[in-house]
């Protein structure tokens, strides 16, 4: 897959004609700008951006439209892990700031279960035949997952990311005969 931009400027000539009211109100630099670093692409051309870089672009661009309800696919697209947690911070902190509501598509394991507070598990097989449960809450939602896939996750005591118990192992085993596939607190 391959992000192919069409502006043919800057990034901040971009974010002046998209955004302006927010790319220039203090909070949103604060919140959404710094900690994407956006501040340091603002000279470069958008079609010279790499694809880590036109993902944290387009990130800001889509909080910075204002409205009720944010559908987000894939922010994780093109970043690397530690941009991804930095993302998902974002991401979260501004819609819980600006009390909205997002749905976010997203396939890393690691930034999901951090921006979900509700999930919705969708079963059967993919492309022939599917149910959408309905949202519940992240730990259901994840034990419900994980059940279906015969995988137990427990949180790192050290980072608190999630990961997953070696097949078999006496924690697997553990949280698989407590119905715990999905394990907060270690």
Do not use: W
């Not at 697209?77 to 819980?96: G, H, M, N, P, T």
């Not at 999630?162 to 924690?171: F, G, M, Y």
């Amino acid at each position: 897959q391959k992000i192919s931009p069409k502006f043919q400027s800057t990034v901040r000539h971009l974010l002046h004609q998209k955004i302006r009211d927010s790319y220039m109100h203090p909070q949103f630099v604060s919140d959404v700008m710094k900690p994407l670093q956006i501040e340091q692409l603002m000279d470069q051309e958008v079609v010279n951006l790499s694809g880590g870089e036109l993902q944290r672009v387009a990130l800001t661009l889509c909080l910075g439209k204002p409205a009720d309800i944010y559908l987000i696919d894939e922010p994780s697209a093109y970043l690397d892990s530690e941009q991804r947690i930095v993302a998902s911070k974002v991401i979260k902190r501004f819609i819980l700031h600006a009390k909205k509501t997002a749905f976010v598509v997203e396939h890393d394991f690691i930034m999901a279960t951090y921006l979900a507070d509700r999930v919705i598990v969708y079963e059967g097989t993919p492309s022939v035949d599917c149910i959408a449960n309905s949202p519940q809450s992240l730990l259901t939602g994840m034990n419900l997952f994980l059940s279906h896939l015969d995988i137990t996750f427990r949180r790192d005591p050290t980072n608190y990311r999630p990961r997953i118990n070696k097949l078999e192992s006496t924690k697997d085993r553990e949280q698989k005969s407590a119905g715990t596939y999905y394990y907060l607190d270690d």
